[in-house]
């Protein structure tokens, strides 16, 4: 669904209007006037406009856009009309971000905004005209910049910091990872941002994994005979996406596998509320239950009608059901044999046999 506003060229037109009705007219008698050919200012208005919310085209990112988060109903947004009004389509679902961004920047080129839906006219040094009766329409920090990533990562870190220390992780700001060593293996958290989304949103996420040295070491042996164990000194056994450990719906998730989207500073801590609620619910208290073979056995190899937060390498799950005597066993190497399914996976076969 649209929302259309009308921009015209306040700074160098007729008299500013003083009333909301007297900006419609005002509008009507341009738009049925003369046509006075393109105005820069609605290229450079345009240009500002999908620098900060990007059109399918210009997005940083590959990926299928998501129609709804796109801000304008409709593109290329060039602001390139030879008429005297350019009427620009907004979508309803992104109003409290772009709307605000789309008055201030306006205003300050000296270009007028009619929002008939609102009943406003937004001119150059910030006045709001409404109609009789009504307030303008406001939207707290609405027209801020979306922080970049490494805003929020580091945000993200200082805020697990003393949550983490405190359960005997140590913290690597550099990296931006959290480990706790013990003497089987290591448990170990980390910020990163998967796609540079800016300045459409700061994009960053957290993924746990953990690591059992028996297991892992016996892989690499099996799949990679002559090569030293310290070559993959930073492989784990086990890891835990978001997807895996966040529950629910909110705002800020990415749609696809619930990374974390700030578009607006405010949005930061809100977001850091959430990522401290589940790592006390959930991250932690599957971290604390996994430290020995059993336990890996457990989470690689779930029961029929168990679930595990944690997912691993198949040649893991074969690993730990051997090495862990599970009686399970056989019937987990005819479940995951390639050969007997037809399938080319030689490292997988090696662990079989």
């Known amino acids: 669904m649209s929302y259309v506003v009308k921009i015209w060229d306040a700074a160098s037109g007729p008299a500013l209007p003083e009333s909301v ?8 008698e341009l738009e049925a006037g003369e046509v006075p050919g393109g105005n820069p200012k609605f290229v450079q208005l345009a240009r500002q406009l999908t620098q900060r919310f990007p059109t399918p085209g210009i997005l940083p990112c590959d990926d299928e856009p998501d129609l709804a988060a796109i801000a304008w109903s409709d593109w290329p947004i060039d602001g390139k009309t030879e ?8 979508n309803v679902g992104m109003l409290d971000a772009a709307r605000p ?65 405190a359960r005997g ?13 013990f003497a089987e293996g290591w448990h ?20 746990v994994t953990a690591r059992l ?19 993959f000194s930073h492989m784990h056994t086990l890891i835990m996406h978001p997807s895996d450990w966040i529950e629910g719906e909110a705002p ?8 974390y989207q700030v578009v607006r500073p405010a949005e930061i801590e809100p977001v850091l509320q959430h990522l401290g609620e589940n790592l006390q619910a959930r991250i932690l208290p599957a971290l604390d239950a996994c430290r020995t073979l059993a336990d890996f056995d457990r989470e690689l190899n779930p029961d029929a009608g ?17 090495l862990n005597a599970n009686p399970r066993l056989d019937e987990i190497c005819r479940e995951l044999d390639p050969r007997l399914y037809g399938r080319w996976e030689p490292l997988v076969a090696s662990c079989v046999d």
């Open 21 to 28: 009705d007297a900006a419609s007219r005002l509008l009507g």
């Open 83 to 90: 008429a005297a009004v350019w009427n620009l389509g907004l």
């Open 101 to 165: 961004f789309l008055m201030q920047k306006a205003n300050a080129l000296g270009l007028g905004v009619l929002d008939e839906q609102a009943g406003e006219v937004h001119l150059p040094g910030g006045r709001i005209l409404c109609l009789p009766g009504r307030a303008p329409v406001t939207h707290d920090d609405a027209a801020d910049e979306a922080p970049r990533a490494r805003e929020v990562s580091v945000r993200m870190f200082e805020f697990l910091k003393p949550l983490l220390v």
């Open 169 to 181: 992780f140590k913290g690597r700001k550099s990296s931006l990872t959290f480990r706790r060593s």
């Open 188 to 207: 170990e958290l980390y910020i990163w941002s998967p796609a540079d989304r800016w300045p459409l949103c700061a994009e960053v996420t957290v993924t």
């Open 213 to 231: 040295h028996a297991i892992t070491e016996r892989r690499v042996g099996a799949c990679y005979p002559g090569r030293a164990l310290e070559d």
């Open 252 to 259: 800020f998730f990415s749609k696809l596998n619930k990374h």
């Open 306 to 322: 168990a679930r595990s937060l944690f997912s691993g390498n198949v040649g893991d799950r074969l690993i730990a059901a051997y």
